[in-house]
């Protein structure tokens, strides 16, 4: 079960940094759905992988990014 919640955790953070890379690279732009839902998604997993190996600081920033994101998602669908 550990396995399964470190993978869960794992992917995520791989999610959020190749959404930061790309970010970087100029590939996304920060108001690009794709790149905020990556980072939504990231954190989210993060968050599920804490479910296995409790840490109030992890959950504190994963659940800021993933409030960020979500509301950031939200606004940009309004724009459009």
Do not use: C
Not at 4 to 10: H, V
Not at 15 to 37: F, P, V
């Amino acid at each position: 079960m550990d396995l399964l919640f470190n993978t869960i955790g794992t992917f995520g953070v791989l999610l959020m940094l190749a959404a930061y890379g790309l970010l970087q690279r100029g590939k996304l732009h920060m108001h690009d759905l794709r790149y905020l839902w990556m980072n939504l998604s990231g954190a989210l997993l993060v968050l599920v992988s804490l479910y296995q190996a409790w840490n109030l600081p992890a959950f504190l920033i994963e659940s800021a990014w993933a409030a960020i994101s979500a509301y950031s998602i939200l606004t940009v669908k309004k724009k459009t």
